[in-house]
């Protein structure tokens, strides 16, 4: 067996062969009509990547309102689920686990995606950032409040959405509830103004997530069911922190003890908050104790840092993100100290196989040396 941490198994409702996680990376190659992944694109990028312990897909929204990017797939209908069939296939044959991370943007969105209606939000503010749409990047404009109506229609397409992940042949789901999308606006102050049962105590805000979660439960065993949190985000995304904020994600936190979910997962910050007077710097490390189920770590780690954030018994699985984007073959680069490739940002949301599937493994770099 390894001495490196992240190349253990873990068993604990994942049952994993390593502790090395594809973080959910928005790629935005599904690219037809159907918004779907397909054979020749998303198939052979996962399944170039099954080494890992598991894959989380990037973004993937559950009904046609959820979007808010160019080109990403769904999973609300027939044809995403047949495109995703393929993609799991690929990667169970290569020995590969994989969730769909479930996304809902919110107010991320503009109203090309809407024909010409609002975005839904908790509250009609504006988060002042911008979309990516079909025709480039737009600001983005005050959304719609939801109603009950659309809260309860929401909670269903969550459902509808994780029944589809089980058709397509998925191991579970990921609700994101991270990065300033849907769930994250209505935890925030600041982006929840909400006088009804959704909106004001901390309680309150917390309760649609929770919601979905319920409902999600109902149609995959809570142990396939993960969950994505960015405590600290702030200034990024739209979204600013307040005194409430780490309250609300402790609240969160305490509360999925209830649960006997698959894990959670969480990000460090994403830019620096050692200014901020209402952030937490250390996310693993301040969460670790109010958590009793299996915690996953995120952002900015690498096979160093990877290995002694789970040592130091603070996190249990690390996520790997722009690292898996350019080395496929990121466990057996890890398992032989071989050297890691970079990235090249300009790719990360183009169209096609380049920067996508073109990245080679490190035996496949080597020969062609
Ligand atoms: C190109 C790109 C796309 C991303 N798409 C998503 C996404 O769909 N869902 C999500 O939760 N996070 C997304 N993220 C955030 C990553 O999952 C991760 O949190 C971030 O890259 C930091 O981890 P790293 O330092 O290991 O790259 C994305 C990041 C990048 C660079």
Redesign the pocket.
Known sequence: MSTQALLTPYHKNLNVKNRVVM?????SRAANTDNKPTADLHAVYYGQRASAGLI?T??SQVSKCAVGYVN?PGIHSKAQVEGWKIVTKEVHDKGGKIFI?L?HVGRMSHPDFHNGDLPLAPSAINPNEQSYTPEGFKDTVAPKAMTKEDIQTTILDFQNAAKNAVEAGFDGVEI?S??GYLFHQFFNGTSNHRTDEYGGSLENRVRFFFEVLDAVKEVIPQQQIGA?F?PSLNGVFGMTMDEETIPTFEYIIKKLNDYDLAYIHL?EP?TDVSKIPFAVENIAEHFRPLYNGTLMI????NQESGNKVIASGNADLV???????SNPDLVERFENGYELAKWN?DT??TPGKEGYIDYPTFKEQEQHA
């Open positions: 973080a959910p990376l928005t790629r989380i990037e973004g990403t991370q996304w994101h991270s990065n994505r960015n990000s994403f995120n952002a900015g780690f996520a790997f993100g722009k690292l898996f984007i940002e990360f949301y």
